[in-house]
């Protein structure tokens, strides 16, 4: 069997050999934290590999420059907004009670937000978006923007069923957003061990009953 450094990556086998999973995902790990303390430029392949244990040529192999390292890194938090919108914001409506309904999914959306390797990301791509300014914008269409967009939706699903009243949808996502996300996201972006899961439902769930006596048809 050949090393995993032989490996070429531009096969679909390759793809889907559990040690190039396996060797991804430790890369990946490893990058977000080298990059995370030293910054893009201070961080070195080197370093990476060292964090990683695996050998510099493997990188190489898998991610080809250290520009291409840092963009997969981002893809990550990109895939999981964009499998969040799928699977919960796109999900049906209206299948329990409203205040139930509407906490639930105030919960899981803080949970996908507040997710420590979700908020490494971010504050990785605030500190270098004067290196990746196009990486930065496509962030944010592909996850702020998209999730938003999906939410405004999803609370015009309720007002079509008439239990919600949304004469703005996008609005209404957005007061649902912050009144959800509020002190924890703020917390997770500049002290992230402050933030608890605990504290996180907490909150969505409060945010989730204001949205409510906001919304509610009357």
Not at 6 to 13: F, G, K, L, M, T
Not at 106 to 126: K, Y
Not at 163 to 188: I, M
Request: hydrophobic share 45%; glycine share 4%.
């Amino acid at each position: 069997m050949a090393p995993l450094d032989a490996i070429a990556d531009d096969d679909e086998s390759t793809r889907a050999d559990p040690r190039v999973i396996r060797s991804r995902e430790l890369i990946l790990d490893a990058a977000l934290t080298c990059f995370l303390r030293g910054g893009y430029v201070s961080t070195t392949v080197d370093d990476i590999a060292l964090e990683a244990g695996v050998a510099k040529r493997t990188i190489y192999n898998l991610y080809g420059t250290k520009d291409e390292l840092f963009r997969a890194v981002a893809s990550w938090a990109i895939e999981t907004a964009e499998r969040f919108v799928v699977e919960r914001v796109q999900s049906p409506v209206g299948v329990l009670l409203l205040s139930e309904e509407i906490a639930g999914f105030a919960v899981a959306h803080a949970r996908a937000v507040v997710n420590s390797r979700v908020i490494s990301i971010r504050r990785l791509l605030i500190a270098e978006v004067p290196r990746f300014p196009e990486l930065a914008a496509e962030y944010f269409d592909r996850v702020p923007r998209r999730v938003m967009t999906a939410i405004a939706d999803r609370l015009q699903r309720y007002a079509v069923l008439g239990t919600l009243e949304v004469p703005e949808p996008q609005d209404a996502a957005y007061h649902f957003t912050y009144l959800v996300l509020g002190e924890a996201l703020d917390r997770s972006l500049f002290a992230p061990d402050s933030v608890d899961d605990a504290q996180v439902e907490r909150a969505a769930r409060r945010g989730a009953d204001a949205f409510i006596r906001a919304y509610a048809t009357r």
